[in-house]
């Protein structure tokens, strides 16, 4: 297994534990209805859970340093891949509820935050499957 | 509409230098054994830098190496 998929790996565990955490973080805020400096202290409980699992993910200048030209090539396809997935997802938890309860409705504050999650989550979840997909591809007739 | 393809002696050449492994290609090359495995596959066109490298560890150009295949239909 080369560097990129060990990486891309990586990536996948780790924004799937950061969302797993996140989520229900976010649904508890939601259900004591915490605001003001009681959001912001709890908001602060939960950075001080992510924070250090992001700085694993992100403590590398570059990402792609130490990456021959082929790997590299493959990041810039994942991270086009990531762009449309984040534009599809986004577009579809955008539209549906819209479509669903109609233009007049209203929708919880606490769908906020959870669109923005679940974006970084998908475009995250993208790149790193679509890297892996190249890789698999590229070297199944390989020895 | 025509299709471009690159084909390559790559395994060939690496069978006639003692048996040289795609580890040690790469290493000489300075990428990965993944992108060697994908050149030989034909389903990695490597950059001109990376080719002229590569035809270098053999001793040859890079025509023997690498032959660009024009079929028009």
């Known amino acids: 297994m080369s560097k990129l998929q060990k990486a891309a790996w990586f990536n996948l565990v780790m924004i799937t534990v ?43 200048k570059s990402f792609e340093a130490g990456f021959d030209e082929r790997e590299k090539m493959i990041n810039r396809r994942a991270f086009s891949c990531a762009v449309m997935g984040l534009t599809v997802f986004l577009a579809c938890v955008c539209f549906i509820p819209f479509f669903v309860l109609g233009g007049q409705n209203v929708v919880k504050v606490y769908y906020l935050p959870l669109i923005f999650l679940s974006t970084l989550f998908a ?14 591809l590229e070297e199944e007739d390989g020895q | 509409m025509g299709s471009n393809r690159l084909s390559n002696n790559l395994r060939r050449l690496r069978f006639e230098n003692d048996h040289m492994t795609q580890q040690q290609l790469a290493d000489k090359a300075g990428v990965t054994r993944q992108t060697i495995i994908a050149i030989e596959a034909g389903k990695y066109a490597p950059s001109l830098p990376l080719a002229f490298k590569i035809a270098q560890t053999f001793g040859i150009s890079i025509e023997d190496v690498f032959q660009y295949e024009n079929e028009q239909s």
């Open chain 1, 18 to 60: 950061c969302f797993i955490i996140s989520i229900p973080c976010l649904f508890f805020l939601a259900r004591v209805n915490a605001k003001g400096i009681e959001y912001l202290l709890t908001c602060f409980i939960v950075a001080c859970i992510t924070t250090p699992v992001f700085y694993m993910l992100y403590r590398k």
């Open chain 1, 123 to 136: 475009a995250q979840f993208v790149h790193s499957v679509a890297i892996l997909i190249q890789c698999l």
